[in-house]
Protein backbone atom coordinates (compact mmCIF):
# COMPACT_ATOMS: atom_id res chain seq x y z
CA UNK A 1 0.00 0.00 0.00
CA UNK A 2 1.75 3.52 -0.97
CA UNK A 3 0.35 5.41 2.06
CA UNK A 4 1.68 8.44 0.28
CA UNK A 5 -0.13 8.31 -3.31
CA UNK A 6 -3.30 7.58 -1.26
CA UNK A 7 -3.15 10.37 0.95
CA UNK A 8 -2.62 12.35 -2.11
CA UNK A 9 -5.38 10.50 -4.21
CA UNK A 10 -8.23 11.16 -1.33
CA UNK A 11 -7.45 14.72 -1.05
CA UNK A 12 -7.66 15.17 -4.82
CA UNK A 13 -10.81 13.31 -4.66
CA UNK A 14 -12.10 15.67 -1.95
CA UNK A 15 -11.09 18.96 -4.06
CA UNK A 16 -12.51 17.84 -7.15
CA UNK A 17 -15.26 17.37 -5.29
CA UNK A 18 -15.46 20.40 -3.58
CA UNK A 19 -15.91 18.71 -0.39
CA UNK A 20 -13.96 20.14 3.37
CA UNK A 21 -10.22 20.25 2.67
CA UNK A 22 -9.80 23.31 5.58
CA UNK A 23 -11.93 22.66 8.57
CA UNK A 24 -9.89 20.37 11.02
CA UNK A 25 -12.43 20.02 13.54
CA UNK A 26 -15.10 19.33 10.93
CA UNK A 27 -12.88 16.61 9.48
CA UNK A 28 -11.94 14.74 12.60
CA UNK A 29 -15.66 15.33 13.89
CA UNK A 30 -16.47 13.28 10.81
CA UNK A 31 -13.43 10.54 11.21
CA UNK A 32 -15.10 10.25 14.79
CA UNK A 33 -18.42 9.82 13.11
CA UNK A 34 -17.29 7.28 10.55
CA UNK A 35 -15.27 4.96 14.11
CA UNK A 36 -18.99 4.59 15.09
CA UNK A 37 -20.26 3.67 11.62
CA UNK A 38 -17.79 1.07 10.97
CA UNK A 39 -18.23 -0.34 14.77
CA UNK A 40 -22.07 -0.40 14.27
CA UNK A 41 -21.26 -2.67 10.60
CA UNK A 42 -19.04 -4.75 12.62
CA UNK A 43 -21.00 -5.41 15.72
CA UNK A 44 -24.08 -5.60 12.71
CA UNK A 45 -22.17 -7.90 10.80
CA UNK A 46 -23.38 -5.87 8.12
CA UNK A 47 -21.21 -7.39 4.50
CA UNK A 48 -20.48 -3.19 3.93
CA UNK A 49 -17.80 -3.21 7.01
CA UNK A 50 -14.62 -3.14 5.23
CA UNK A 51 -16.06 0.12 3.12
CA UNK A 52 -16.78 1.50 6.28
CA UNK A 53 -13.75 0.89 7.61
CA UNK A 54 -12.04 2.20 4.74
CA UNK A 55 -14.07 5.54 4.76
CA UNK A 56 -12.17 5.94 8.35
CA UNK A 57 -8.79 5.41 6.80
CA UNK A 58 -9.51 7.73 3.88
CA UNK A 59 -10.60 10.02 6.79
CA UNK A 60 -7.21 9.73 8.79
CA UNK A 61 -5.25 10.46 5.69
CA UNK A 62 -7.04 12.99 4.68
CA UNK A 63 -6.56 14.74 7.83
CA UNK A 64 -2.93 13.93 7.68
CA UNK A 65 -2.80 15.77 4.29
CA UNK A 66 -4.91 19.04 5.78
CA UNK A 67 -2.84 19.26 8.68
CA UNK A 68 0.60 19.28 6.66
CA UNK A 69 1.78 15.79 7.58
CA UNK A 70 3.10 12.93 5.52
CA UNK A 71 1.22 9.95 7.60
CA UNK A 72 3.90 7.65 5.84
CA UNK A 73 6.67 9.67 7.35
CA UNK A 74 4.54 9.73 11.13
CA UNK A 75 3.99 6.16 10.61
CA UNK A 76 7.20 5.41 10.30
CA UNK A 77 8.37 7.40 13.33
CA UNK A 78 5.62 6.27 15.84
CA UNK A 79 5.49 2.51 14.65
CA UNK A 80 8.86 1.74 17.00
CA UNK A 81 6.80 3.00 19.86
CA UNK A 82 3.76 1.73 19.22
CA UNK A 83 2.11 -1.25 20.81
CA UNK A 84 -1.02 -3.09 20.25
CA UNK A 85 -2.37 -3.29 23.80
CA UNK A 86 -2.46 -7.13 25.05
CA UNK A 87 -5.86 -7.57 25.50
CA UNK A 88 -6.99 -6.41 22.54
CA UNK A 89 -10.45 -6.76 21.25
CA UNK A 90 -12.55 -5.43 18.24
CA UNK A 91 -14.05 -3.07 20.53
CA UNK A 92 -11.43 -2.16 22.21
CA UNK A 93 -9.55 -0.94 19.36
CA UNK A 94 -12.22 0.60 18.28
CA UNK A 95 -12.62 2.84 21.39
CA UNK A 96 -8.95 3.39 21.23
CA UNK A 97 -9.35 4.68 17.95
CA UNK A 98 -12.22 6.94 18.44
CA UNK A 99 -9.67 8.13 21.20
CA UNK A 100 -6.91 8.89 18.77
CA UNK A 101 -8.76 10.61 16.59
CA UNK A 102 -10.13 13.15 20.13
CA UNK A 103 -6.30 13.13 21.22
CA UNK A 104 -5.96 14.95 17.35
CA UNK A 105 -8.36 17.54 17.57
CA UNK A 106 -6.92 18.10 21.37
CA UNK A 107 -3.46 18.34 19.70
CA UNK A 108 -4.75 20.77 16.97
CA UNK A 109 -6.47 22.93 19.08
CA UNK A 110 -2.72 23.33 21.48
CA UNK A 111 -0.77 23.81 18.65
CA UNK A 112 1.19 20.15 19.05
CA UNK A 113 1.76 17.25 16.93
CA UNK A 114 -1.12 15.78 15.37
CA UNK A 115 0.60 13.71 12.90
CA UNK A 116 1.65 10.87 15.98
CA UNK A 117 -2.33 10.82 16.76
CA UNK A 118 -2.79 10.01 12.83
CA UNK A 119 -0.40 7.88 12.71
CA UNK A 120 -1.66 6.02 16.08
CA UNK A 121 -4.85 5.59 14.79
CA UNK A 122 -3.38 4.35 11.35
CA UNK A 123 -1.77 1.39 12.94
CA UNK A 124 -5.15 1.09 14.95
CA UNK A 125 -6.80 0.57 11.59
CA UNK A 126 -4.28 -1.44 10.42
CA UNK A 127 -4.27 -4.17 13.32
CA UNK A 128 -8.11 -3.90 13.06
CA UNK A 129 -8.23 -4.52 9.54
CA UNK A 130 -5.94 -7.79 10.64
CA UNK A 131 -7.88 -8.40 13.46
CA UNK A 132 -11.51 -8.67 11.42
CA UNK A 133 -9.85 -10.50 8.46
CA UNK A 134 -10.38 -7.06 6.37
CA UNK A 135 -7.77 -6.90 3.31
CA UNK A 136 -7.53 -2.90 3.71
CA UNK A 137 -5.68 -2.29 0.38
CA UNK A 138 -8.19 -4.07 -1.08
CA UNK A 139 -11.05 -2.28 0.70
CA UNK A 140 -9.45 1.24 0.26
CA UNK A 141 -9.08 1.08 -3.50
CA UNK A 142 -12.37 -0.06 -4.09
CA UNK A 143 -13.70 2.49 -1.87
CA UNK A 144 -11.86 5.38 -3.28
CA UNK A 145 -13.47 4.21 -6.96
CA UNK A 146 -17.06 4.70 -5.20
CA UNK A 147 -15.90 7.76 -4.43
CA UNK A 148 -14.44 9.16 -6.99
CA UNK A 149 -17.95 8.35 -8.68
CA UNK A 150 -20.10 10.02 -6.79
CA UNK A 151 -21.50 13.58 -7.16
CA UNK A 152 -22.86 15.98 -4.74
CA UNK A 153 -25.45 18.71 -4.44
CA UNK A 154 -25.07 20.95 -2.09
CA UNK A 155 -28.22 22.24 0.47
CA UNK A 156 -29.01 25.10 1.70
CA UNK A 157 -26.08 25.89 4.06
CA UNK A 158 -23.69 24.64 1.68
CA UNK A 159 -23.11 21.29 2.81
CA UNK A 160 -22.32 18.39 0.37
CA UNK A 161 -24.70 16.03 0.22
CA UNK A 162 -24.68 12.66 -1.67
CA UNK A 163 -26.62 12.20 -4.78
CA UNK A 164 -27.27 8.69 -5.26
CA UNK A 165 -28.75 8.90 -8.83
CA UNK A 166 -26.01 10.04 -11.70
CA UNK A 167 -26.86 13.27 -12.96
CA UNK A 168 -28.99 14.58 -10.24
CA UNK A 169 -26.73 17.38 -9.24
CA UNK A 170 -27.22 21.09 -10.14
Do not use: C
Not at 62 to 72: Q, R, V
Not at 90 to 102: D, E, I, K, N, S
Request: hydrophobic letters at 45%; aromatic letters at 6%.
Amino acid sequence: MNLRAIQAAAVANKVAKGLNTTDVPLEIALLIGEVGEAFTAWRRGEPGFDLELADTFLFNVGLAEMTGHDLHAEVERTAPHWRQPADASVPLQFGLLATRATDALTAWLENQDVGRHLASAFLLLVALAEMTGVDLQDAVERKMRINQARTYRRDDRGVPIKVTEPGAAR
